[in-house]
C-alpha cells in the first residue's frame, strides 16, 4: 500500500483516480489545485503524486519543479496526468523532473501498472 497525493481541479477526475487508487489498497489525499498540493506535500510524506497539467493557481509543470525543490520529493515519483499528447510537452515535463506521463482518460488497469512501475 502507497501514500499518494492526487491533484486535478476537476472532481470527476479526482473521484475516478482516487476510486481506482483505493481499490488496489492505496491510501489517497486529493487536492483541487497545485498550490493546495503543494501545501499537501509540505505537511504529509506521500509515496507518489499524480497531478493534472492544467490547473489553477500552480499549473502540474510547476507543481512539479515545486515539489523536485523539497528534500522528500527529491527522488519521489511524480506521474503527470494530462489530455496533453505534445512530444515536446513530455520533454519539458521530464526536464521539470515529472517521471511519467499517462493520457486522460486513463485506463484503470494501465494506471494501476504505471502505479506499480514507478514505485518498484
Do not use: C
Not at 25 to 33: F, K
Not at 64 to 92: G, M, S, W
Not at 106 to 119: C, E, I, S, T, Y
Request: proline content about 5%; charged content about 20%.
Amino acid at each position: 500500500m502507497a501514500h499518494i497525493l492526487i491533484s486535478d481541479d476537476s472532481i470527476a477526475m479526482r473521484q475516478m483516480l482516487a476510486y481506482t487508487l483505493t481499490e488496489a489498497s492505496h491510501e489517497v489525499m486529493q487536492a483541487d489545485n497545485g498550490q493546495a498540493a503543494l501545501r499537501l506535500a509540505q505537511s504529509h510524506s506521500f509515496d507518489l503524486v499524480i497531478t493534472d497539467v492544467n490547473m489553477p493557481l500552480l499549473d502540474g509543470l510547476s507543481l512539479v519543479k515545486e515539489l523536485r525543490a523539497l528534500p522528500n520529493y527529491r527522488f519521489k515519483p511524480i506521474l503527470l496526468l494530462t489530455t496533453e499528447t505534445d512530444p515536446q510537452k513530455k520533454q519539458i515535463a521530464k526536464k521539470s523532473g515529472a517521471t511519467g506521463w499517462i493520457i486522460k482518460p486513463f485506463n484503470p488497469d494501465k494506471l494501476l501498472m504505471a502505479v506499480r512501475k514507478v514505485l518498484g
